[in-house]
């Protein structure tokens, strides 16, 4: 055949007005399936299969457009239609011209419909703008996933589930990823425009959020990746698993995220992300629930934290990260509820136990160096914590906790630093935020304290430490009403015995000595019930200026290993620090240093 005559024939056959109008509706099947699909949460694969049948049906139907056609007795080959009766000749000019009109009427309809669906997408869509200024190209918040289950005790799921994929990707070198606090600080806002605020506030260039729906078993777990500057949808997806799959997909949804910004993964980043923590669902589901309770930073919140940790263990006692979480609880509950001694011996067995089992694991290293501060191994607790860094430089409490061992040696200018290179990780971390006003309060900086700390209080009215920081602040500032203010504030907010100690010393000072001799008694019906720091008495009685009585309950501190680290530089002890019982305290601090 000659191909003139080929397409002649092509023409004749109608293939040429299939083509057009396969090609028109399958973009407007496109197009409505796009819009409509998320609204009822239809998993993306669908449209995925939807597109490849489209692709795959173009060759099909111009096949059978070729061999076949549609006449009034029903479809024909081709050959069996005679061409004047039915397409090309002059024997039936009203009908041929019917039927191509009636072509020409679907491909306009159907490109109307098109570019109709086009401009609506566009303009329904978030408007393009420029990234905020001085974010970095390769940077990602993970904004809380929602909690869409019936039971809204499932919330420890979508929280924890949004924790480890915060923790999974600052592992990633390369992408700056602000730490839990910054993103948690977003929980619940809703607000129009809020994925360029986000933006904005922690300087990412991405935004990664979700929402798990749990039912017995079953999950649904949907995760969209958004750019900051557009608003449009850079990945996205929908699971439905089981339970026990939910590591599977923490772990797709961490390298999806990945593949989309365009990194480049190393060997050891690539397995990082792939490899699950645990291979037991139940171990996991267990161990959220640690860090959502741990998370509270309550003497309640504490206990429950160490009873699912150890929960998570005997299910899976080969689990490195639940070792980390068990120590981390320990070594925020000394001196809170539990001797110091006892919780710094037990975060270091801890710690140990999960560098046993991942020798490389930053979280671990973290741990470690925590309890060895606490026990007066500066040296030591700084290795442990710059390994941490090393292993995960995007790790901010590593820096804060660093910056703590620069503090314990009077060196307040590299504690400032490090604890705003941890700042600049986790921006609206509550932690963090108070911590830089310790630092400043302790150097003696009480105006650059006071703004720290309000504006710390700013992120979270209720934040018992900072109230009590700030108190401390305006105290050595002599400022003494309004720091027993924020002293009474920490107290009713939170009922650890350390926020007793500081008002008793502020009613002390404050001239009040009936009040400051009832937070003793309240302290010592306390201690018959829980464990009482006794540091919180010492407090009180140097308000007293009981001198003696201080140093007795100061001593019985050392023996429990309260936190006592600041000793060397806090204005609290100002007015012992002279004193010969005081002075050997620190030289045995001291030698148990250089051990």
């Given at each position: 055949?000659?191909?003139?005559?080929?397409f002649?024939e092509?023409?004749?056959?109608?293939?040429?007005?299939?083509?057009?109008?396969?090609?028109?509706?399958?973009w407007?099947?496109?197009?409505?399936?796009?819009?409509?699909?998320?609204?009822?949460?239809?998993?993306?694969?669908?449209?995925?299969?939807?597109?490849?049948?489209?692709?795959?049906?173009?060759?099909?139907?111009?096949?059978?457009?070729?061999?076949?056609?549609?006449?009034?007795?029903?479809?024909?080959?081709?050959?069996?239609?005679?061409?004047?009766?039915?397409?090309?000749?002059?024997?039936?000019?009203?009908?041929?011209?019917?039927?191509?009109?009636?072509?020409?009427?679907?491909?306009?309809?159907?490109?109307?419909?098109?570019?109709?669906?086009?401009?609506?997408?566009?303009?329904?869509?978030?408007?393009?703008?420029?990234?905020?200024?001085g974010?970095?190209?390769?940077?990602?918040?993970?904004?809380?996933?929602?909690?869409?289950?019936?039971?809204?005790?499932?919330?420890?799921?979508?929280?924890?589930?949004?924790?480890?994929?915060?923790?999974?990707?600052?592992?990633?070198?390369?992408?700056?990823?602000p730490?839990?606090?910054?993103?948690?600080?977003?929980?619940?806002?809703?607000?129009?425009?809020?994925?360029?605020?986000?933006?904005?506030?922690?300087?990412?260039?991405a935004?990664?959020?979700?929402?798990?729906?749990?039912?017995?078993?079953?999950?649904?777990?949907?995760?969209?990746?958004v750019?900051?500057?557009?608003?449009?949808?850079?990945?996205?997806?929908?699971?439905?698993?089981?339970?026990?799959?939910?590591?599977?997909?923490?772990?797709?949804?961490?390298?999806?995220?990945?593949?989309?910004?365009?990194?480049?993964?190393?060997?050891?980043?690539?397995?990082?992300?792939?490899?699950?923590?645990?291979?037991?669902?139940?171990?996991?589901?267990?161990?959220?629930?640690?860090?959502?309770?741990?998370?509270?930073?309550?003497?309640?919140?504490w206990?429950?934290?160490?009873?699912?940790?150890e929960?998570?263990?005997?299910?899976?006692?080969?689990?490195?990260?639940?070792?980390?979480?068990?120590?981390?609880?320990?070594g925020?509950?000394?001196?809170?509820?539990?001797?110091?001694?006892?919780?710094?011996?037990?975060?270091k067995?801890?710690?140990?136990?999960?560098?046993?089992?991942?020798?490389?694991?930053?979280?671990?290293?973290?741990?470690?160096?925590?309890?060895?501060?606490?026990?007066?191994?500066?040296?030591?607790?700084?290795?442990?914590?710059?390994?941490?860094?090393?292993?995960?430089?995007?790790?901010?409490?590593?820096?804060?906790?660093?910056?703590?061992?620069?503090?314990?040696?009077?060196?307040?200018?590299?504690?400032?630093?490090?604890e705003?290179?941890?700042?600049?990780?986790?921006?609206?971390?509550?932690?963090?935020?108070?911590?830089?006003?310790?630092?400043?309060?302790?150097?003696?900086?009480?105006?650059?304290?006071?703004?720290?700390?309000?504006?710390?209080?700013?992120?979270?009215?209720?934040?018992?430490?900072?109230?009590?920081?700030?108190?401390?602040?305006?105290?050595?500032?002599?400022?003494?009403?309004?720091?027993?203010?924020?002293?009474?504030?920490?107290?009713?907010?939170?009922?650890?015995?350390?926020?007793?100690?500081?008002?008793?010393?502020?009613?002390?000072?404050?001239?009040?000595?009936?009040?400051?001799?009832?937070?003793?008694?309240?302290?010592?019906e306390?201690?018959?019930?829980?464990?009482?720091?006794?540091?919180?008495?010492?407090?009180?009685?140097?308000?007293?200026?009981?001198?003696?009585?201080?140093?007795?309950?100061?001593?019985?501190?050392?023996?429990?290993?309260?936190?006592?680290?600041?000793?060397?530089?806090?204005q609290?002890?100002?007015?012992?620090?002279?004193?010969?019982?005081?002075?050997?305290?620190?030289?045995?601090?001291?030698?148990?240093?250089?051990?």
């Open positions: 055949m000659k191909i003139a005559n080929f002649a092509l023409k004749r056959r109608n293939v040429y007005k299939v083509a057009v109008a396969y090609a028109v509706v399958g407007l099947l496109v197009q409505v399936t796009t819009q409509v699909f998320p609204i009822f949460e239809i998993p993306n694969w669908t449209l995925r299969l939807i597109v490849f049948a489209i692709i795959i049906g173009f060759p099909i139907a111009l096949v059978v457009a070729w061999a076949f056609e549609l006449t009034p007795e029903g479809i024909k080959h081709t050959e069996d239609v005679d061409p004047f009766d039915s397409r090309s000749g002059q024997v039936l000019p009203n009908k041929r011209v019917s039927k191509n009109r009636a072509w020409i009427y679907v491909t306009l309809i159907g490109a109307a419909l098109s570019v109709t669906l086009f401009f609506i997408g566009r303009l329904s869509a978030p408007s393009s703008r420029p990234p905020p200024a974010v970095p190209g390769k940077s990602i918040a993970v904004l809380p996933f929602v909690n869409m289950s019936a039971d809204k005790s499932d919330e420890y799921l979508s929280d924890g589930m949004t924790e480890e994929l915060i923790n999974v990707l600052t592992k990633v070198k390369g992408l700056r990823v730490g839990r606090s910054a993103c948690f600080a977003f929980k619940g806002k809703n607000e129009d425009d809020i994925f360029h605020k986000v933006g904005e506030q922690l300087h990412v260039s935004v990664l959020e979700g929402s798990v729906r749990k039912a017995g078993d079953k999950l649904r777990i949907t995760a969209q990746l750019n900051v500057a557009d608003g449009y949808h850079l990945w996205s997806e929908t699971y439905d698993r089981d339970m026990k799959d939910i590591l599977a997909v923490q772990s797709d949804v961490a390298q999806r995220v990945v593949q989309a910004l365009e990194l480049q993964l190393g060997g050891e980043e690539a397995r990082a992300l792939a490899k699950k923590p645990t291979e037991n669902a139940e171990a996991y589901r267990l161990y959220l629930l640690g860090r959502y309770h741990f998370n509270k930073f309550t003497r309640i919140g206990t429950n934290a160490i009873h699912y940790f929960q998570a263990l005997q299910v899976d006692p080969a689990y490195a990260l639940a070792y980390c979480g068990l120590a981390d609880t320990y925020w509950a000394g001196g809170q509820i539990v001797a110091g001694r006892e919780a710094w011996a037990r975060e067995e801890l710690a140990l136990k999960a560098l046993s089992l991942e020798p490389d694991l930053a979280d671990a290293h973290l741990s470690l160096g925590v309890a060895l501060f606490s026990a007066f191994d500066f040296r030591g607790s700084e290795d442990e914590l710059k390994r941490a860094i090393q292993l995960n430089p995007n790790l901010a409490l590593a820096y804060d906790q660093y910056g703590w061992t620069f503090m314990a040696k009077g060196d307040f200018d590299g504690a400032i630093a490090n705003k290179k941890a700042l600049e990780l986790d921006p609206l971390n509550l932690l963090l935020n108070t911590d830089l006003g310790f630092f400043l309060q302790w150097a003696r900086r009480y105006d650059e304290g006071i703004v720290q700390l309000r504006k710390t209080l700013e992120l979270d009215p209720n934040n018992a430490l900072a109230h009590q920081t700030l108190g401390w602040c305006l105290h050595w500032k002599g400022k003494t009403a309004d720091a027993l203010a924020e002293f009474q504030k920490a107290t009713t907010l939170d009922d650890l015995p350390w926020y007793k100690g500081s008002l008793g010393y502020a009613y002390a000072a404050s001239g009040d000595r009936a009040k400051a001799e009832q937070i003793l008694r309240d302290l010592d306390l201690a018959k019930k829980q464990y009482v720091s006794p540091a919180a008495r010492a407090s009180v009685y140097l308000g007293l200026g009981e001198k003696g009585k201080a140093l007795d309950w100061i001593e019985k501190a050392f023996e429990d290993m309260d936190p006592l680290f600041w000793w060397n530089t806090d609290l002890y100002d007015s012992v620090r002279n004193e010969p019982r005081f002075k050997a305290l620190l030289q045995k601090m001291a030698l148990v240093n250089e051990r």
